[in-house]
């Protein structure tokens, strides 16, 4: 059984129209190869357009999406480069916070146990009273040096108030001697030094006691007699009628003896040992004193009142600190989070440079579709010339071979010219 052939029916109007052009063409005993070359260039022609708009799609796209990485490129770029620069900004002032707090806590710890071991043998109130003393010795030889040896050299006023404190200040002057050569080595546990001087000090202080004491004696003796003469002449005033010249006689000699009395104090040596020895002994005494007191009350002053002062200090310094190194870390975090965070973004980007490569080369492929287009029209518009002139050949061969009458138009005639009026029509063969 011959199978039927369907193979001629169009699926659509493009394929319609093809179909009726190639039977109009058999019928007619046409060259074939002239409409299937334009078929060919026209085809290849419309996928070539197709091909061509879809690649400058594609081209708008990738141009769209370098603009795009390279605005967010340069914005990351920039941000990265801010928090490059105060990421370390941030850390110094970190570790130098931390190396404050850590300074602050390590000498709060100190002080609290150089507190502990800051004590001393002696009692405050003994440390007191020996500077109490050294300050009465200092006086002491203040007030004798301005009243007695100032006044000697002629000294008056300023002179003698500066010429009086610099003598007293001469226990401020032996007092870092009496330390060093004597106190310190009795603290290091060589205590002959301190013995011997101590026994020197103690014999040193009777004999000057002893000598104020023969002094003071003498005084009261001269000072008895100036009583006992003053109550002989008021005797001698009172049981006397006038001033007769043996009254005036003996109270000239009673005036004689006081005089001579007061001559034999002053000219006693015991007295000018007095002075000596007194000068010396206050001097020695009140670096002895303030030796002694000062090293007691600078320890208890220290314990008490430096120590605890410069805790305090440390303690809020420590306080401050933390709060502002506590700050710092979490600004030092927040900056490295965010600079990690432009980083990760910056390599997600696609690659500017394949994005280039792919705009150049769907650009070459552009040129090369835009090439191969034209050269697809002009094959196509050869061939349409070539069935447009195949088919009038076809037409004036059989116009000359049958006479007919001035406008009479046969069936043979209608189908040379209905391709030209469908081309005319459809703008193709």
């Not at 060093?180 to 301190?194: A, I, Q």
């Not at 094959?379 to 088919?391: C, F, H, P, T, V």
């Not at 009038?392 to 049958?402: C, I, K, N, P, V």
Request: proline letters at 3%.
């Amino acid at each position: 059984m011959e199978r039927e052939d369907h193979s001629f029916l169009p699926p659509d109007k493009n394929t319609t129209i093809d179909f009726s052009h190639g039977l109009d063409n058999g019928r007619l005993n046409l060259d074939k190869s002239y409409y299937e070359s334009y078929l060919s260039s026209h085809i290849l022609h419309g996928r070539s357009l197709e091909k061509l708009e879809a690649r400058k799609r594609e081209l708008a796209g990738r141009e769209t999406q370098l603009q795009d990485a390279q605005r967010q490129s340069l914005q990351l770029m920039e941000k990265i480069g801010q928090q490059s620069y105060l990421v370390p900004v941030k850390a110094g002032q970190t570790g130098r916070l931390r190396s404050t707090l850590e300074h602050a806590t390590t000498e709060k710890e100190q002080l609290r146990e150089l507190r502990k071991k800051t004590r001393s043998d002696n009692a405050f109130i003994i440390g007191l009273l020996y500077v109490l003393a050294g300050g009465l010795f200092i006086t002491g030889d203040l007030i004798i040096s301005k009243d007695i040896v100032a006044y000697a050299f002629g000294f008056k006023g300023f002179e003698a108030w500066s010429f009086a404190g610099g003598l007293a200040a001469l226990s401020l002057l032996l007092k870092p001697a009496y330390e060093r050569l004597v106190e310190d080595y009795y603290h290091r546990g060589n205590t002959r030094r301190y013995v011997y001087f101590k026994i020197g000090l103690i014999a040193f202080a009777l004999t000057t006691l002893a000598v104020l004491g023969l002094y003071r004696y003498e005084a009261y003796r001269v000072d008895k007699m100036k009583a006992f003469l003053n109550n002989e002449a008021a005797y001698l005033q009172s049981g006397a009628n006038g001033a007769s010249t043996a009254l005036v006689k003996q109270l000239d000699r009673l005036r004689q003896q006081r005089i001579q009395l007061n001559e034999e104090l002053l000219n006693d040596p015991w007295g000018v040992w007095s002075f000596v020895l007194t000068g010396i002994l206050f001097a020695v005494s009140g670096a002895v004193s303030l030796g002694i007191g000062m090293p007691v009350v600078q320890t208890y002053w220290k314990r008490w009142v430096q120590i605890p002062i410069r805790t305090r200090k440390m303690a809020r310094l420590e306080r401050r600190t933390a709060v502002r190194l506590e700050k710092a870390e979490a600004e030092l975090g927040q900056l490295q989070a965010q600079k990690q965070i432009g980083e990760a973004q910056l390599a997600t980007l696609p690659d500017q440079a394949e994005l280039r490569e792919e705009i150049r080369s769907l650009q070459a492929e552009i040129r090369e579709l835009t090439d191969q287009m034209a050269l697809y029209e002009v094959d196509r518009r050869i061939a349409q010339y070539n069935d447009g002139y195949s088919r009038g050949t076809a037409q004036q061969e059989r116009l000359t071979s049958q006479p007919r009458s001035p406008g009479e138009v046969t069936v043979a005639d209608d189908d040379l010219l209905r391709p030209s009026l469908q081309n005319g029509r459809n703008g193709k063969i």
